[in-house]
């Protein structure tokens, strides 16, 4: 099992010097001391919109990029390190492990008040991939979604990238294993090397981040995750009701990728757009696809054009839904 990385007082990245990070006290559980890392720009006015960025697995946030378009187009922004993840692993932890997704509604509800209580005005949520799925369930059951007032999903995980064939024989053997094995890992290593790599600008990618946060082959995913994961999409999919309106982006295609795989960089190699297209719709009253052609699975990362086109679009949503 991945043990965490706590430095000094707490984990810090050489693009912090534009951010304030509020470290979290959360209540002790199941593996000790827990906190969690509120990131605020220092761009921020306190006197507007805001929003507030909830990363995916094996992921925390490194995209300061994101947060300038939100403050020159008039939102504060604020961001959120899951506990167990990047800033806020600490030695004694097991990186990205949770036994439930609602275990991040404390620092999301924290967070939620905070941000309230400096701009006087509801929050709207962004969430990635597993991100996706965590604040698509706090909009529906969150302590605070009466201070929501929109979301926005990066290419969330709304269903496991198998066939449902795949996926009905996966629930039925997990049913078992996670009787007998629920803390051990279905895959010590789970991502995809050629994802992480098409990312980082030491490999192929333009971008700078913390590779011991977020290693190339992931971290382990464990049985116990797998159950809250399925859990909450099951959920999602049978009784979803969320009163906001919810802006869905994705990328054109997707697929799974083999070793020297092309066109890694242009395509969602970890979650299937289709199951976003099928389920998205079904998650509120008032919900928009946006798809951005030859987008990667963290659309905000991909190439240039298909970002800023992504931006532009999700700017002009914003507007229009009046957030």
Known sequence: ?????????????????????????LKDDYEGKAVATLIKAKANTGNRKSVLYIHGFVDYFFHPHVAQKFNDNGFDFYALDLRKYGRSLLKHQHACYCKSLDEYYEEISY??????????????????????????????DGEEKNLVSGLILNSPFLEMNTSKTELDGLKFVHKWLMKLLPQYAIAQKHMPEAYVKSLHKNYNGEWDFNLIWKPLLGFPAYFIWLKSIIYNQ???????????????????KSFLPKKNSTGVDTADIILNVEHMKQIGPKLGSNVTLLEVKDAMHDVFLSKVASRNYAFDKMFEWLKISGL
């Open 234 to 252: 099951d959920k999602l999919k049978a009784s979803s009701d969320i009163q906001v309106p919810v802006l869905l982006i994705h990328s054109s």
């Open 111 to 140: 967070s939620i008040k905070q941000i309230n209580k400096i701009s006087g005005q509801r929050v709207v949520l962004i969430g990635h991939s597993t991100g996706g799925l965590i604040v698509s369930r706090y909009a529906n």
């Open 1 to 25: 099992m991945a043990k965490g990385f706590y430095l000094k007082k707490f984990n810090m990245e050489a693009t912090d010097s534009n951010f304030d990070l509020e470290i979290i006290s």
